[in-house]
T-cell receptor, first 113, second 112 residues
């Protein structure tokens, strides 16, 4: 299995609080991604990174920010969590460009009350 | 963003039956990927198809890419309970950054 660790695996928090999810990889892959998965929507891309300090928006980026200060770590921050951001969040990595096969972490289940 | 529609959304069958799930779009993709996801885990890549008309086999799973590269199918022969899971197709989005676009998934349950 690709070395991808997401933390925390589960989190419950209240509306309006900041939340940071972490993705750590040991594969030295250039590309990293954050997705959210909701019933009936498959996986939707939030943000992605194509190198250290190089990030860009995905399909559903509103309300989220990211940072990548090291190759191995990609952080997703919800500045002020809302109930609509309750979801399962997946981190993925790929060695090459965005349309190439991706390896996924096991997800973070986030509940915002 | 190019839309990928998967059908059926849900499928419940008995062990030993055959099934086909579909991934359709009105747009052309340079390649399509199929993933399987089990509860509590992330998706795992099964196969990538890149050539129109291409057929790939992975044990009891047969993947086909449409001639026009707009659609794909996954056929499972003699399904087993271990095949239970969420099957996702994904194609290059042909958007800025060429990121993957995922279909909504087909949730398969194979009963013993």
């Amino acid at each position: 299995d690709a070395g991808i660790t997401q933390s925390p695996r589960h989190k419950v928090t209240e509306t309006g609080t900041p939340v940071t999810l972490r993705c750590h990889q040991t594969e030295n892959h250039r590309y990293m991604y954050w997705y959210r998965q909701d019933p009936g929507h498959g996986l939707r891309l939030i943000h992605y990174s194509y190198g250290v300090k190089d990030t860009d928006k995905g399909e559903v980026s509103d309300g989220y920010s990211v940072s990548r200060s090291k190759t191995e770590d990609f952080l997703l921050t919800l500045e002020s969590a809302t109930s609509s951001q309750t979801s399962v969040y997946f981190c993925a990595i790929s060695e090459f460009a965005g349309d190439q096969p991706q390896h996924f972490g096991d997800g973070t289940r986030l509940s915002i009350l | 963003t190019q839309l990928l529609e998967q059908s059926p959304q849900f499928l419940s069958i008995q062990e030993g039956e055959n099934l086909t799930v579909y991934c359709n779009s009105s747009s052309v993709f340079s390649s399509l990927q199929w993933y399987r996801q089990e509860p509590g885990e992330g998706p795992v890549l099964l196969v990538t198809v890149v050539t129109g008309g291409e057929v790939k086999k992975l044990k009891r799973l047969t993947f086909q890419f449409g001639d026009a590269r707009k659609d794909s199918s996954l056929h499972i022969t003699a399904a087993q309970p271990g095949d239970t899971g969420l099957y996702l197709c994904a194609g290059d989005g042909n958007n800025a950054g060429n990121m993957l676009t995922f279909g909504g998934g087909t949730r398969l349950m194979v009963k013993p």
